[in-house]
């Protein structure tokens, strides 16, 4: 019976192999024909999966995602930082920053003057493409509003929810925390006039949308996220930090003024009579029942590395884990009779019908790796890694031999659904393990 560490250390290695692939897939070809498409991805891009999906069943995530793509560059950073992927970690870097400041010259009005494109789109797809309306707005600082474009560098036609806030924070923070990493690497020096550039202009939007309602990680609810603001109030702190040796006061005053707001807004959205920060409070003002979600939790793990005021061990952020333990106990049958050291598999929220609704590997990762971050400052570190190590257990449990992960596994059979080869599901295997070595390397000091 192979341990948890052991296996953790083989799936480690598959999952930076498999994750790699996704970035820079120049050599998959994506035919959409319904709209017309054929997609050829660009250097620096990062697609969700690289599994061609067209909803049959699998879906088609064949796009670079503003904030999977970041959460993939940390990653990779990490990889970086442990030794595992030498200087090509920085030709990815150099790659993906330069793919992102091409789209800074997406312009959609330019779609919607020279309309032809449109013919090649079949009539029982013209109903899931933009309108032009829609594609008109897309042009300047609106475009890093974008939910995701395709790998080849424009603009994605089809209807989606947008806009989307998170993206542009998410990145900032990791090159940033690139930044801070590598900058004494010939490589970075290399491409850092441009990293600072993206850096700015990402800083840029976040402060002009941080009041502005968005919707949530999952692109389903239209309002103020926790997640959202929490990343931009720490994207925003960071930056008056990054740019007090860059220069410009009024950003760094500014910047550090919206991030004590946010701040602030955020301490809003604890519910004491619920027991848990709630997720979203909605522009239309009516309650969701997505309130409890697993995106408050990968808001914290997202920040911890950032000065985001000790987030894990704010006794609210642990008291809104227990809950989302228990509210997936109950609801998964994959859950129930669970074999001793074996913890909870974790979904998003409750009532989830996307798929099978049920557990995904980067929730029930993002739970592990939160009680590894708390462990690393606790006084108590052996019961939080126990604690993470029961949750990477219920991941152990339903990953096949051969190491891959896909975005969910059942609530009822633990069978793997969605999206095949999810590049986030093996992003947060790697960041799950950095935070597990982290905190064993404090229970050893305890």
Not at 44 to 68: E, K, N, Q
Not at 325 to 341: K, M, S, T, V
Request: with cysteine.
């Amino acid at each position: 019976m192979e341990s948890l560490t052991e296996w953790l250390a083989r799936e480690y290695d598959y999952a930076a192999a498999a994750m790699l692939v996704s970035v820079s897939a120049v050599g998959i070809v994506k035919s959409r024909p319904g709209f017309g498409q054929t997609i050829r991805p660009k250097r620096g891009s990062i697609v969700a999966s690289p599994v061609l999906g067209a909803y049959d069943p699998d879906p088609d995530y064949f796009f670079h995602w503003f904030r999977d793509s970041a959460v993939v560059m940390d990653a990779i950073r990490l990889l970086y930082e442990a030794g595992g992927i030498g200087t090509a970690a920085l030709t990815h870097l150099k790659d993906f920053t330069r793919f992102t400041l091409s789209l800074a010259a997406l312009d959609g009005r330019t779609l919607v003057s020279s309309p032809q494109w449109r013919k090649g789109i079949a009539t029982d797809f013209v109903q899931y493409t933009r309108v032009d309306s829609d594609l008109a707005e897309v042009y300047g600082p609106a475009v890093a509003a974008e939910t995701r474009v395709n790998p080849n560098g424009l603009l994605d036609i089809s209807k989606w929810n947008r806009p989307q806030h998170d993206g542009a924070p998410l990145r900032a923070l990791t090159l940033m925390r690139w930044w801070r990493s590598a900058r004494a690497e010939r490589g970075f020096a290399d491409t850092a006039d441009e990293i600072a550039k993206l850096i700015r202009a990402d800083l840029a939007f976040t402060f002009s949308s941080w009041r502005h309602p968005s919707f949530d990680i999952w692109e389903e609810e239209l309002g103020q996220h926790y997640y959202t603001l929490c990343i931009a109030g720490a994207a925003l702190n960071e930056g008056s930090v990054w740019l007090e040796g860059q220069g410009g006061a009024f950003e760094v005053r500014s910047y550090r003024e919206a991030a004590q707001e946010i701040r602030r807004t955020l301490d809003g959205f604890w519910s004491a009579d619920d027991a848990y920060y709630r997720s979203r409070l909605l522009a239309s003002g009516e309650r969701s029942t997505k309130e409890l979600d697993i995106a408050v939790i990968l808001a914290a793990i997202h920040t911890a590395e950032d000065r985001a005021d000790d987030i894990v061990n704010d006794p609210r952020m642990q008291a809104t884990l227990s809950r989302l333990e228990a509210l997936f106990d109950a609801a998964y049958l994959i859950n129930r009779a669970r074999p001793p050291g074996r913890g909870i598999a974790m979904g998003r929220y409750a009532g989830d019908t996307y798929y099978s609704g049920g557990a995904y590997f980067f929730a029930t990762l993002g739970a592990a790796e939160f009680c590894f971050r708390v462990a690393a400052g606790a006084s108590d570190a052996s019961r939080w890694v126990e604690r993470g190590d029961e949750f990477l257990a219920a991941v152990q449990a339903f990953t096949p031999m051969s190491g891959e992960l896909s975005e969910q596994f059942d609530q009822r059979t633990g069978a793997q659904t969605s999206a095949k080869h999810l590049a986030w599901s093996y992003a947060a295997l790697i960041s799950c393990a950095t935070a597990r070595r982290a905190a064993a390397g404090t229970k050893a000091r305890a």
